[in-house]
């Protein structure tokens, strides 16, 4: 560690600098009893799903997506993400909720429409919301949508910012220097998500239903469960959560918020062939937004995303581009099978480590090389990384990933000390020495977990998921809500539904000319 970043350390003396806000997106899957996926559309009693602040769906109306509000505590924002689990199990009935990223559909006799697509209402927003995840259906089809996530967002408070640039005696405004700051941790995040892989990973096998028309090179590990030895997580590898169009024809720059929001808008402004042939409105449906190589920023699959909060009806990217980053969005994480949440407080605290390392430490300019090796790390360790021997890139050289990792931990260990001096605790510290066992014994990852106990108890991945999930439903079932904590969340959905119904309201114009000006606002960035 750089004795510049030993000085700021010791200058962090206000405990407000080191507080930060950070947000937990969970996405899950809704099953039956035995299982299959849920057919039925979104439950009534969480009401509407494009106006309900903690849950929405992502890709379907059977995958629910679970949202915190912004918390200054791992404990307040676990609180919430629990309550809201506790909530939906108190009113669903016999469903539960899928404990893993990778999903067990469709079924041998379901084919791949068996994905319902979410339905948001007849607003153009809400229409625009089903007719992109349609066009991610004719794209990559729906099986892969079906996988799921943990997203974490986080932000350094208002405080920090004018501390830092004071301390770095930057020039520029808070806002310009705010946003080229959260650039170099996006760099650095980017440069090093494969620690965060081989940490966190929890995908190292998957249902046979999920590959069945796919090419790959896993091994059987039983007639209904295919794997790789040392994989970590095959959500992060080819299998998963992935574009080969977009890993040929996108090169996204991280290096600055100009080339960023460019690079982007032009990914939604350039038409590709493939995407020309399934059209966009065929037989009076719309089968996505457009023919581009992306139909929006959200398209966009990355580790890591530039965020902020766009006013009623502005473009994103138009958004980011005058007002700049206000947080930042990880995307890299699998659901743990083992944590009814999906995160617990200490992956939370780890994170929180790392991002603040990541602003902290030098942050290159990403060149091809750099950007070519960012994936090929990621790739080798999501398919290989518990492997002892195996080999990471850092600048042209091979490292071993384990001494590569203790290099990083012992960088982040005097963050970790300071964070809790702030609190007058050592949950970070704790946190920090709970990974570290992780890069000698990698049996204690939750891929290496999650391997043995198929191994161990000769359960296929569906029965092992399944199991969680019965015992994660039990668990949430034996702490219910207070009579007033379920009154406040059928309030919020009562709410939410009144609101869907007064913004169907709002709409002054087709959705022919919705969509052209939505088109329109991309093109603008461009000119």
């Known amino acids: 560690m750089s004795d510049q970043i030993i000085h700021r350390l010791n200058s962090l003396r ?58 200054t505590s791992a404990e307040g924002a676990i609180n ?27 079924h041998q006799d379901d084919n791949d429409d068996a994905l319902p697509l979410a339905y948001y209402g007849e607003s153009n927003l809400g229409k625009l919301k089903t007719t992109y995840r349609n066009g991610l259906g004719w794209r990559y089809g729906r099986a892969m949508q079906a ?16 501390w830092l640039r004071k301390e770095e005696h930057a020039t520029e405004t808070l806002q310009a220097f705010r946003t080229r700051r959260y650039f170099d941790l996006m760099r650095n995040l980017r440069r090093y998500s494969w620690l965060l892989t081989y940490l966190f990973g929890a995908s190292p096998a998957l249902c046979n239903s999920f590959i069945q028309d796919k090419e790959h090179q896993l091994q059987s590990f039983d007639e209904t469960t295919s794997y790789l030895p040392f994989a970590t ?14 890993a040929q024809r996108l090169n996204i720059c991280f290096n600055g918020l100009d080339s960023y929001v460019e690079s982007l808008a032009q990914a939604i402004c350039d038409e590709h062939e493939d995407y020309r042939k399934i059209g966009t409105l065929v037989d009076g449906e719309y089968r996505q ?7 929006s920023e959200a398209e966009f699959y990355s580790t890591v995303r530039a965020k902020r909060v766009p006013r009623r009806g502005e473009n994103f990217l138009h958004c980011l581009a005058t007002e700049g980053v206000q947080y930042i969005e990880v ?12 995160i617990d407080e200490s992956e939370i605290r780890f994170l929180d480590n790392f991002l603040t390392w990541c602003l902290l430490t030098d942050s290159p300019v990403h060149d091809d ?23 990471l890139y850092d600048a042209g050289e091979a490292r071993s990933l384990v001494t590569w990792g203790d290099a990083i931990l012992s960088e982040l260990r005097p963050i970790a000390t300071r964070l809790d001096e702030a609190r007058n605790g050592a949950d970070f510290v704790a946190s920090l020495d709970e990974q570290s066992k992780k890069l000698h014994h990698p049996e204690l990852t939750p891929s290496g977990s999650i391997l043995n106990d198929l191994a161990t108890e000769a359960t296929p991945f569906f029965k092992f998921a399944m199991n969680q999930a019965q015992a994660h439903r039990d668990a949430f079932l034996a702490a219910p809500l207070s009579a007033s904590e379920t009154d406040y969340y059928r309030k919020v959905a009562a709410e939410s539904v009144r609101a869907q119904a007064a913004h169907e309201q709002l709409d002054e114009v087709s959705f022919d000319e919705y969509l052209a000006a939505l088109q329109d606002s991309y093109q603008q960035l461009l000119a």
């Not at 206000?14 to 057919?39: D, M, Q, S, W, Y």
């Open 14 to 71: 206000r405990p407000e600098l080191l507080i930060f806000n950070r947000g937990i997106e969970r996405e899950t899957l809704r099953v039956t009893a035995t299982g299959r996926l849920a057919t039925s559309p979104h439950p009534a009693f969480l009401g509407s799903k494009l106006t309900h602040p903690f849950v929405t769906t992502d890709f379907s109306e059977a995958q629910p997506e679970l949202i915190t509000s912004i918390h």
């Open 80 to 106: 919430q993400l629990r309550d809201i689990h506790r909530y939906i199990y108190s009113e669903q009935g016999d469903e539960l909720l899928w404990s893993a990223s990778m999903p067990c559909i469709p």
């Open 147 to 162: 996988i799921c996530a943990v997203h974490y967002n986080f932000s350094f408070q208002d405080e920090f910012w004018h």
């Open 233 to 246: 997580s095959l959500r992060n590898s080819n299998l998963g959560y992935q574009s080969n169009l977009q």
């Open 289 to 295: 937004v457009n023919v581009c190589v992306l139909q």
């Open 331 to 342: 995307r890299l994480l699998d659901v743990n099978p083992y944590l009814p949440l999906g």
């Open 369 to 391: 090389l750099l950007c070519t090796e960012v994936q090929t790390n990621l790739s080798a360790t999501a398919q290989d990384g518990r492997n002892p021997d195996i080999t």
